[in-house]
């Protein structure tokens, strides 16, 4: 339904240093599970090597684990 109002919860569930697992949960208005699912973000080079994440972005997911 496209007037459904929906809750969609994010975190990080792992990471390494050259990358990072979100985990997603989808809620319905009385907190029953939709759907869940999970994408996984690595840093490469231009080459597509992959590279160390920033110091920026693993200081704040350490901060938030």
């Known amino acids: 339904r ?3 109002e929906i809750t969609v919860r ?3 569930e792992t ?3 050259a990358s990072l697992t ?4 989808v809620l319905d208005e009385a907190g029953a599970l939709l759907a869940e699912g999970r994408t996984e973000h690595a840093c490469v080079d231009s080459t597509g090597k992959p590279v160390r994440l ?3 972005l693993l200081a704040l997911v350490r901060g938030h684990a």
């Open 54 to 56: 920033p110091d920026w």
């Open 2 to 4: 496209y007037d459904q």
């Open 22 to 25: 979100f985990a997603y949960q």
């Open 15 to 17: 990471f390494s240093r």
């Open 10 to 12: 994010t975190w990080v």
